[in-house]
Structures are given as C-alpha cells and as structure tokens.
C-alpha cells in the first residue's frame, strides 16, 4: 500500500518555536485529515480539511490543503513542551460509505525547554 | 461517554495461537477499521466495514479475520498464519456528513506480543 512522503522524519527545537512539516503524494485526495499520538496511544485527530487551498486554524496549529489536492502542510505556533509527539497526516479518498486512509510515515517533534 | 474502545490495552499470547481484539464504538458510525502499527512506521490498513455484514480487505489482510454482526463491534482475529504478528493495533471509525465531509477517529490501541 502507499504511504505518503511526510517530512521532516523528526524535529528537536526549543520551546516557543515555530514549527512546520508536510506531506506530499503522487495521488489527489479530497481530504486530508492530522493526528496527533502519544506513546503507546492511539492517533488524535488535530485537524480536517477538506477543500483544495483551505486554510484552517485549531488554536496553536494551522494547516492547509494544497492547491494541486496532492500535499499539505501542517504549522505549530510558540511551542510548549506538551507539543511533543508523533505527527502523521493522511490522505482520504472516499470509496461508498468508507473512507480508506494513506498514512505519512510521521514527524517525530521533541520539545527542548 | 461516546468513544471507540479496544480492549485489551496489552495482549500477549504464544506462538501457533489464534487471539481476537475487541473494538466497540458507540458513535453511530457505519465504517469501521483496523490499522497495524510497527514502532516507527506509519499506519497500515487491515481491514474496513463500510456497513454491518459486509467487510474488505485492506492492504495487509492476510493473516487476519473480521467479522461485523453488529454496528457497534468490529473483532479483529489474529491467526496463527500471521507470521509477524506482534505490533500495535487500532481501530477506527468514521462519520461522513451531510456535506460528504469525512472524518475518522481512532481507539486507544491495543498491544500484541507475540511469545
């Protein structure tokens, strides 16, 4: 199955930076949906977009959906240590009433105070 | 409390054995799904339901079996055919909206080890 190109792999940055990553695909998608997860928990849905050139906010995190359906980026304000985690995005295509997910392979963010 | 619940958190069995997951969502959603994580490594799909009685293989089914008797319940069994069975498993639902927006949460998890 696809994954799509997530990048970076990880980050190390100092609390109160910003911070970007994205992911992008050889595939159009008509969603893309962020998660967040913590060790040993399952993935927390940060952001949904579902419109080519969307922008949306959820406090601290912007992310878009890129003009072409084929990438997007996902922006965390001031980080605070709580931040730290794995960020994945995923990609969705509908097929009949299920939503079939292609995971990024994730951004690993470690917060330094 | 609505929410999807894997039970159990850690799991361990011995090799040659069969073992069953349990997912319940009491969201009302119609999809359900069953990802594998290895450490590292993105998500992975099992096997998706769009609707009771009814199911498909994913993108690494072999090895597994469902079953999806009620909305609310997705069991994955994990048969001794898997030949690499130990790794962290998720469950999903998802909800597709009036506006045909979906959207797809996720369980606690639940750990295989395999002995």
């Known amino acids: 199955g696809q994954q799509l190109n997530q990048s970076p792999q990880s980050m190390f940055i100092q609390e109160g930076e910003d911070v970007s990553m994205n992911c992008t695909s050889s595939?159009?998608?008509?969603?893309w949906l962020w998660y967040k997860q913590d060790p040993g928990e399952g993935p927390v849905l940060l952001i949904a977009?579902?419109?080519?050139?969307e922008l949306t906010s959820n406090g601290r995190l912007t992310a878009q959906f890129g003009i072409t359906r084929k990438d997007s980026f996902l922006n965390i304000s001031a980080s605070i240590p709580s931040d730290v985690g794995i960020y994945f995005c995923?990609?969705?295509?509908?097929?009949?009433?299920?939503?079939?997910?292609?995971f990024g392979t994730g951004t690993r963010l470690q917060v330094t105070l | 409390d609505g929410g999807i619940t894997q039970s159990p958190k850690y799991l361990f069995r011995k090799e040659g054995q069969n073992v069953t997951l349990s997912c319940e969502q009491n969201?009302?959603?119609?999809?359900m799904y069953w990802y594998r994580q290895d450490p590292g490594q993105g998500l992975r799909l099992i096997y998706y339901?769009?609707?009771?009685?009814?199911?498909q293989k994913g993108d690494i089914a072999e090895g597994y079996s469902v079953s999806r008797e009620k909305k609310e319940s997705f069991p994955l069994t994990v048969t001794s055919a898997q030949k690499n069975p130990t790794a962290f498993y998720l469950c999903?639902?998802?909800?597709?909206?009036?506006?045909?927006?979906?959207?797809?949460?996720f369980g606690p998890g639940t750990r295989l080890t395999v002995l």
């Open positions: 595939s159009i998608f008509n969603t």
């Open positions: 977009l579902y419109k080519a050139g």
């Open positions: 339901s769009q609707i009771v009685n009814d199911f």
């Open positions: 995923a990609g969705l295509l509908n097929t009949g009433t299920a939503s079939k997910l292609t």
């Open positions: 999903a639902s998802s909800i597709r909206d009036r506006g045909g927006r979906d959207t797809q949460y």
């Open positions: 969201l009302n959603h119609d999809a």
